[in-house]
T-cell receptor, first 114, second 114 residues
């Protein structure tokens, strides 16, 4: 299994600012993903974080708003830029285990934008 | 297209009742994986089960059981003798072949009262 440490666990931010969320895995993984869960909603995939190259974004999400870095096989960051109250959500990092069968999730970052 | 439907938005039961959470999926792939996760009020995602498309055997784990039927594209989850601690949002998810992100249903909120 993979243990994921996600920081911060929660934050309250002012509109117009940016927040960077970190995701650290205790083992090398091939696939890392970032999800958003808006209040009372399901999880929506933001992007796949690719090691050494630009992330692959899903429809409706753009790099300028959600820049992602993945400098190595165990670490990734997601930045929520120029935040507005609509960005208030839980952001989750996810990785696939060896063999690609199991999916593991971080504990999430609960973001509130005021 | 891949899709997961959880038609039950909210379910309320009294402790010790049995409850079944429905999940219907759509995919054209012959190889795919189905998951159930529990999300308690604290927000983290708790993995419950993974099933691949070649394994239609039903599974029982304590008070939890899962019924996978490819003929009806369903992967239903039953909790026997429900308890207050079972109160949470339950997500069904689908993934294509290994290495891709999960697609989540909208979730079912289960409330168990004493």
């Amino acid at each position: 299994s993979a243990v994921i440490s996600q920081k911060p666990s929660r934050d309250i931010c002012q509109r117009g600012t940016s927040l960077t969320i970190q995701c650290q895995v205790d083992s090398q993984v091939t696939m890392m993903f970032w999800y958003r869960q808006q209040p009372g909603q399901s999880l929506t995939l933001i992007a796949t974080a690719n090691q050494g190259s630009e992330a692959t974004y899903e429809s409706g999400f753009v790099i300028d708003k959600f820049p992602i870095s993945r400098p190595n096989l165990t670490f990734s960051t997601l930045t929520v830029s120029n935040m507005s109250p609509e960005d208030s959500s839980i952001y989750l990092c996810s990785v696939l285990g060896i063999g690609g069968d199991e999916a593991f999730f971080g504990q999430g970052t609960r973001l509130t934008v005021v | 297209a891949q899709k997961v439907t959880q038609a039950q938005t909210e379910i309320s039961v009294v402790e010790k009742e049995d409850v079944t959470l429905d999940c219907v999926y759509e995919t054209r792939d012959t190889t795919y994986y189905l998951f159930w996760y529990k999300q308690p009020p604290s927000g983290e995602l708790v993995f419950l089960i993974r099933r691949n498309s070649f394994d239609e055997q039903n599974e029982i784990s304590g008070r939890y059981s899962w019924n996978f039927q490819k003929s009806t594209s369903s992967f239903n989850f039953t909790i026997t003798a429900s308890q207050v601690v079972d109160s949470a949002v339950y997500f069904c998810a689908l993934r294509r072949q290994a290495g891709t992100a999960l697609i989540f249903g909208k979730g079912t909120t289960l409330s168990v009262s004493s």
